[in-house]
Every structure is written in structure tokens, then in C-alpha cells.
């Protein structure tokens, strides 16, 4: 069974840090794709980078590159997004997802079969 939880959402400062983690199971000895997505208030679920097994690492859109990173930690499965220099629009709901078919653009949710729960970031001035 494939499950994903997130953790490490909280309250940060603008300009401050702050890094993701997805507890992946349920993946062994599948070829799979691993991405972080957000939902800011009142707006559509949004793809924010993405990491293959095997493979590497894809930015979706601007809006992030240069500040976000996605790595993965292949020992115990965690996927991680390292938010730098946090901006008030940064604020969403983070989910991981999990995609098995590699199929289409990583950066669209509905390529994904697997979802965490998500957890709230929330950024103030």
C-alpha cells in the first residue's frame, strides 16, 4: 500500500526557511515519480517541482525556481522541499504525490495517483 505523509508545514517569517518532508512507502522496486504540489487559499492545486526515480529534478513554472529545492533521501524514502526566502504568496496548503505511470507532464496533478494529506504553510511579514 502507497502512502505519503508530509510534515514540517508551520508559521515562518518572510525571508525565513523552511523545509518539507514526505515519508514515502509502499514504492519499493517500482519506477515512480515523486512531486510537491500547493494549494494557496481560494486558488487551484499547483505543481512545484518534481523529482524521477531514476531521473532528475523538474521546476514547474517561475515562481519558485532559484528559492525551492526538491531532493530525496533514497535510504529511507523522504522526499524533501527546502523552501528559501519564504514570500507572503508562498502561503498554501503543501501536498506530496506519488506517480506511477511517468507518463505525461509531472507538473499537472491529475498525472498523480498518490497523495499525502498536505500541511499548511503559512508565511506573514
Known amino acids: 500500500q502507497v502512502r505519503l505523509v508530509e510534515s514540517g508545514g508551520g508559521s515562518v517569517q518572510a525571508g525565513g526557511s523552511l523545509t518539507l518532508s514526505c515519508a514515502v512507502s509502499?514504492?519499493?522496486?517500482?519506477?515512480?515519480?515523486l512531486g510537491w504540489f500547493r494549494q494557496p487559499p481560494g486558488e487551484e492545486r499547483a505543481g512545484i517541482a518534481l523529482?524521477?526515480?531514476?531521473?532528475?529534478?523538474?521546476f514547474c513554472g517561475a515562481s519558485v525556481k532559484g528559492r525551492f529545492d526538491i531532493s530525496q533521501d533514497n535510504r529511507d524514502n523522504t522526499l524533501f522541499l527546502h523552501m528559501n526566502d519564504v514570500k507572503p504568496e508562498d502561503t498554501a496548503v503543501y501536498y506530496c504525490?506519488?506517480?506511477?505511470?511517468?507518463?505525461?507532464?509531472?507538473?499537472?496533478?491529475?498525472?498523480?495517483?498518490?497523495w499525502g494529506q498536505g500541511t499548511q504553510v503559512t508565511v506573514s511579514l
Open positions: 523529482i524521477s526515480t531514476p531521473g532528475g529534478r523538474t
Open positions: 509502499g514504492l519499493s522496486g517500482r519506477t515512480y515519480r
Open positions: 504525490a506519488a506517480e506511477l505511470s511517468l507518463a505525461g507532464s509531472g507538473c499537472r496533478d491529475i498525472v498523480y495517483d498518490f
